[in-house]
Protein backbone atom coordinates (compact mmCIF):
# COMPACT_ATOMS: atom_id res chain seq x y z
CA UNK A 1 0.00 0.00 0.00
CA UNK A 2 1.39 3.20 -1.17
CA UNK A 3 0.84 5.97 1.90
CA UNK A 4 1.62 8.86 -0.76
CA UNK A 5 -2.04 8.71 -2.11
CA UNK A 6 -3.59 8.22 1.27
CA UNK A 7 -5.56 11.32 2.59
CA UNK A 8 -6.72 11.09 6.07
CA UNK A 9 -8.81 13.54 7.79
CA UNK A 10 -7.63 14.81 11.32
CA UNK A 11 -10.12 16.26 13.90
CA UNK A 12 -9.04 17.46 16.56
CA UNK A 13 -9.60 20.66 19.05
CA UNK A 14 -5.75 20.42 20.67
CA UNK A 15 -3.49 22.47 18.52
CA UNK A 16 -0.22 20.85 19.77
CA UNK A 17 -1.71 17.60 19.62
CA UNK A 18 -3.45 18.08 15.99
CA UNK A 19 0.25 19.69 14.93
CA UNK A 20 2.32 16.49 16.19
CA UNK A 21 -0.18 14.11 14.64
CA UNK A 22 -0.17 15.59 11.45
CA UNK A 23 3.09 16.46 10.96
CA UNK A 24 4.16 12.59 11.90
CA UNK A 25 1.61 11.76 9.29
CA UNK A 26 2.81 13.49 6.65
CA UNK A 27 6.26 12.85 7.63
CA UNK A 28 4.93 8.82 6.61
CA UNK A 29 4.02 10.17 2.98
CA UNK A 30 0.31 10.63 4.08
CA UNK A 31 -1.92 14.05 3.31
CA UNK A 32 -3.62 15.38 6.28
CA UNK A 33 -6.89 17.50 6.15
CA UNK A 34 -7.09 19.32 9.40
CA UNK A 35 -10.39 20.26 11.25
CA UNK A 36 -10.45 21.69 14.72
CA UNK A 37 -14.40 21.01 15.62
CA UNK A 38 -17.03 18.65 14.01
CA UNK A 39 -18.84 20.65 11.79
CA UNK A 40 -15.52 21.88 10.13
CA UNK A 41 -14.85 17.46 10.03
CA UNK A 42 -18.01 16.85 8.30
CA UNK A 43 -17.62 19.90 5.53
CA UNK A 44 -14.18 18.38 5.09
CA UNK A 45 -15.41 14.64 4.83
CA UNK A 46 -18.26 15.95 2.55
CA UNK A 47 -15.80 17.88 0.06
CA UNK A 48 -12.43 15.90 -0.32
CA UNK A 49 -13.77 12.29 0.37
CA UNK A 50 -10.78 10.96 2.38
CA UNK A 51 -9.36 7.83 3.03
CA UNK A 52 -9.20 7.34 6.53
CA UNK A 53 -11.00 9.56 9.23
CA UNK A 54 -9.10 10.41 13.17
CA UNK A 55 -11.66 11.98 15.45
CA UNK A 56 -11.04 13.50 19.09
CA UNK A 57 -14.39 12.57 20.50
CA UNK A 58 -14.37 16.00 22.78
CA UNK A 59 -14.54 18.88 20.28
CA UNK A 60 -16.00 21.96 20.02
CA UNK A 61 -19.83 22.34 17.77
CA UNK A 62 -20.40 18.67 17.04
CA UNK A 63 -17.91 15.64 18.95
CA UNK A 64 -16.48 13.12 17.50
CA UNK A 65 -19.28 10.39 18.26
CA UNK A 66 -21.94 12.57 15.53
CA UNK A 67 -19.19 12.90 13.57
CA UNK A 68 -18.82 9.00 13.73
CA UNK A 69 -22.24 8.22 13.48
CA UNK A 70 -23.48 10.79 10.95
CA UNK A 71 -20.29 9.63 8.72
CA UNK A 72 -21.18 6.16 9.26
CA UNK A 73 -24.49 6.47 8.24
CA UNK A 74 -23.53 7.61 4.55
CA UNK A 75 -20.26 5.83 4.17
CA UNK A 76 -17.48 2.56 4.81
CA UNK A 77 -14.29 4.63 5.38
CA UNK A 78 -12.11 3.78 8.42
CA UNK A 79 -12.40 5.86 11.45
CA UNK A 80 -10.34 6.15 14.35
CA UNK A 81 -11.57 8.04 17.39
CA UNK A 82 -8.89 9.42 19.99
CA UNK A 83 -10.18 9.73 23.36
CA UNK A 84 -9.46 10.88 27.18
CA UNK A 85 -11.26 8.55 28.42
CA UNK A 86 -10.12 5.47 29.73
CA UNK A 87 -13.60 3.97 30.74
CA UNK A 88 -14.26 0.81 28.89
CA UNK A 89 -17.99 2.38 28.04
CA UNK A 90 -17.07 5.38 26.33
CA UNK A 91 -14.66 3.24 23.99
CA UNK A 92 -17.57 0.57 23.22
CA UNK A 93 -20.07 3.33 22.62
CA UNK A 94 -17.66 4.79 19.96
CA UNK A 95 -17.26 1.34 18.03
CA UNK A 96 -21.01 0.34 18.41
CA UNK A 97 -21.37 3.89 16.16
CA UNK A 98 -19.20 2.76 13.71
CA UNK A 99 -15.99 3.52 14.69
CA UNK A 100 -12.93 0.51 13.58
CA UNK A 101 -10.50 1.56 15.92
CA UNK A 102 -9.90 3.87 18.49
CA UNK A 103 -6.74 5.40 20.78
CA UNK A 104 -6.28 6.36 24.51
CA UNK A 105 -4.35 9.66 24.97
CA UNK A 106 -1.47 9.74 25.26
CA UNK A 107 -0.08 7.42 22.82
CA UNK A 108 2.72 7.14 20.82
CA UNK A 109 3.44 8.20 17.46
CA UNK A 110 4.21 4.35 16.12
CA UNK A 111 1.14 2.85 18.31
CA UNK A 112 -0.71 5.85 16.06
CA UNK A 113 0.73 4.89 12.67
CA UNK A 114 0.37 1.34 13.04
CA UNK A 115 -3.14 1.63 13.89
CA UNK A 116 -3.62 3.86 10.59
CA UNK A 117 -2.03 1.42 8.80
CA UNK A 118 -4.03 -1.28 9.69
CA UNK A 119 -7.10 0.70 8.95
CA UNK A 120 -6.24 1.48 5.59
CA UNK A 121 -4.87 -2.12 4.91
CA UNK A 122 -8.93 -3.66 6.03
CA UNK A 123 -10.33 -0.69 2.97
CA UNK A 124 -8.00 -2.91 0.69
CA UNK A 125 -9.44 -6.61 1.71
CA UNK A 126 -6.22 -7.80 2.67
CA UNK A 127 -7.39 -10.37 4.75
CA UNK A 128 -7.09 -13.38 2.88
CA UNK A 129 -10.14 -15.09 2.16
CA UNK A 130 -10.21 -17.92 -0.03
CA UNK A 131 -12.32 -17.48 -3.29
CA UNK A 132 -14.82 -19.81 -5.13
CA UNK A 133 -19.04 -19.82 -5.44
CA UNK A 134 -21.02 -17.86 -3.75
CA UNK A 135 -21.97 -19.33 -0.40
CA UNK A 136 -25.78 -20.02 0.81
CA UNK A 137 -26.88 -20.38 3.85
CA UNK A 138 -31.50 -20.13 3.72
CA UNK A 139 -32.02 -16.96 3.06
CA UNK A 140 -27.97 -15.21 3.17
CA UNK A 141 -26.32 -15.37 0.31
CA UNK A 142 -21.85 -14.26 0.76
CA UNK A 143 -19.98 -13.49 -2.46
CA UNK A 144 -16.66 -13.86 -0.84
CA UNK A 145 -14.63 -13.25 -4.21
CA UNK A 146 -17.11 -9.87 -4.99
CA UNK A 147 -17.29 -8.66 -1.29
CA UNK A 148 -21.13 -9.20 -1.27
CA UNK A 149 -23.89 -9.90 1.29
CA UNK A 150 -27.33 -10.19 0.13
CA UNK A 151 -30.03 -10.92 2.49
CA UNK A 152 -33.77 -12.08 1.03
CA UNK A 153 -32.18 -10.91 -2.48
CA UNK A 154 -31.41 -7.34 -0.89
CA UNK A 155 -27.93 -6.13 -0.82
CA UNK A 156 -26.58 -5.62 2.85
CA UNK A 157 -23.76 -2.69 3.38
CA UNK A 158 -20.95 -4.03 5.20
CA UNK A 159 -17.98 -1.93 6.49
CA UNK A 160 -15.17 -3.25 5.69
CA UNK A 161 -14.16 -4.57 8.62
CA UNK A 162 -17.82 -5.95 9.08
CA UNK A 163 -17.22 -7.75 5.63
CA UNK A 164 -13.68 -8.87 6.70
CA UNK A 165 -15.20 -10.52 9.99
CA UNK A 166 -17.92 -11.95 7.98
CA UNK A 167 -15.78 -13.76 5.72
CA UNK A 168 -12.87 -15.47 8.05
CA UNK A 169 -15.37 -16.91 9.75
CA UNK A 170 -17.68 -18.32 6.56
CA UNK A 171 -14.40 -19.60 5.26
CA UNK A 172 -14.07 -21.55 8.56
CA UNK A 173 -17.82 -22.31 9.19
CA UNK A 174 -18.67 -24.48 12.05
CA UNK A 175 -15.35 -24.35 13.30
CA UNK A 176 -14.88 -22.26 16.65
CA UNK A 177 -11.86 -19.40 15.97
CA UNK A 178 -10.80 -17.64 19.14
CA UNK A 179 -10.80 -14.07 20.50
CA UNK A 180 -7.36 -13.95 19.63
CA UNK A 181 -7.30 -15.46 15.81
CA UNK A 182 -9.81 -12.73 15.42
CA UNK A 183 -8.33 -10.18 16.36
CA UNK A 184 -5.08 -10.40 14.95
CA UNK A 185 -6.37 -11.81 11.53
CA UNK A 186 -8.37 -8.58 11.14
CA UNK A 187 -7.36 -5.68 13.20
CA UNK A 188 -3.67 -6.99 13.13
CA UNK A 189 -1.13 -8.84 14.61
CA UNK A 190 -0.68 -6.27 18.18
CA UNK A 191 -3.73 -7.16 18.95
CA UNK A 192 -5.73 -10.02 21.05
CA UNK A 193 -6.86 -8.82 24.30
CA UNK A 194 -9.51 -6.36 22.81
CA UNK A 195 -12.65 -8.63 23.04
CA UNK A 196 -14.94 -5.62 23.35
CA UNK A 197 -14.14 -5.12 19.40
CA UNK A 198 -15.38 -8.37 18.70
CA UNK A 199 -18.86 -8.31 21.04
CA UNK A 200 -19.38 -4.71 19.46
CA UNK A 201 -18.84 -5.93 15.52
CA UNK A 202 -20.63 -9.51 15.87
CA UNK A 203 -23.64 -7.56 17.44
CA UNK A 204 -23.64 -5.30 14.71
CA UNK A 205 -23.29 -8.24 12.12
CA UNK A 206 -26.19 -10.00 14.16
CA UNK A 207 -28.33 -6.74 13.71
CA UNK A 208 -27.88 -6.97 9.97
CA UNK A 209 -27.50 -10.60 9.23
CA UNK A 210 -29.84 -12.38 11.62
CA UNK A 211 -33.48 -13.20 11.54
CA UNK A 212 -33.66 -12.49 15.69
CA UNK A 213 -30.71 -10.84 16.76
CA UNK A 214 -31.15 -11.78 20.46
CA UNK A 215 -31.44 -15.40 19.06
CA UNK A 216 -28.80 -16.22 16.41
CA UNK A 217 -28.83 -18.85 14.13
CA UNK A 218 -25.43 -18.05 12.59
CA UNK A 219 -23.12 -16.17 14.46
CA UNK A 220 -23.18 -18.07 17.49
CA UNK A 221 -20.71 -17.54 20.66
CA UNK A 222 -18.88 -19.45 22.76
CA UNK A 223 -18.30 -18.05 26.13
CA UNK A 224 -14.76 -16.79 26.50
CA UNK A 225 -13.22 -18.72 23.76
CA UNK A 226 -14.22 -17.12 20.68
CA UNK A 227 -16.85 -17.00 18.14
CA UNK A 228 -18.16 -19.73 14.82
CA UNK A 229 -20.55 -19.49 11.66
CA UNK A 230 -22.45 -22.22 11.66
CA UNK A 231 -25.08 -23.55 8.67
CA UNK A 232 -28.80 -24.20 10.01
CA UNK A 233 -28.43 -27.26 9.08
CA UNK A 234 -24.99 -28.26 10.58
CA UNK A 235 -25.97 -26.12 13.94
CA UNK A 236 -24.89 -28.48 17.11
CA UNK A 237 -21.50 -29.31 15.83
CA UNK A 238 -18.93 -27.93 17.12
CA UNK A 239 -15.07 -27.61 15.52
CA UNK A 240 -12.14 -26.43 18.21
CA UNK A 241 -8.74 -27.83 17.24
CA UNK A 242 -6.45 -28.89 20.11
CA UNK A 243 -3.94 -26.17 19.33
CA UNK A 244 -6.67 -23.23 18.95
CA UNK A 245 -8.10 -24.70 22.40
CA UNK A 246 -4.52 -24.38 23.75
CA UNK A 247 -3.65 -21.47 22.64
CA UNK A 248 -7.40 -19.06 23.33
CA UNK A 249 -7.06 -15.90 24.78
CA UNK A 250 -5.78 -17.15 28.38
CA UNK A 251 -6.89 -13.59 29.42
CA UNK A 252 -9.97 -12.91 27.70
CA UNK A 253 -13.21 -12.95 29.57
CA UNK A 254 -16.35 -14.82 29.59
CA UNK A 255 -18.60 -12.82 26.52
CA UNK A 256 -21.98 -14.28 26.72
CA UNK A 257 -23.46 -11.80 24.03
Known amino acids: MTTRTKRILLAEDEVALRD ?15 AS ?28 LEVCRRVRELSAVPIIVLTALDAESDKVAALDLGADDYLTKPFGVEELLARVRAALRRTQWE ?8 KRFG ?12 LRGEEVRLSPTEFSLLGLL ?24 EAEYLR ?21 TEPGVGYRFVAPETRGTRKLPPQERSSSDEGAHADNE
Do not use: C
Open 20 to 34: FVSRNLRARGFEVLE
Open 200 to 220: VYINRLRQKLEPDPANPRYLL
Open 170 to 193: VSNVGKVLTHRVLLQSIWGPEYGG
Open 127 to 134: VMLPTGDM
Open 37 to 64: NGLEAIALWEREDPHLLILDIMMPRMDG
Open 139 to 150: ELEIDLAGHIVR
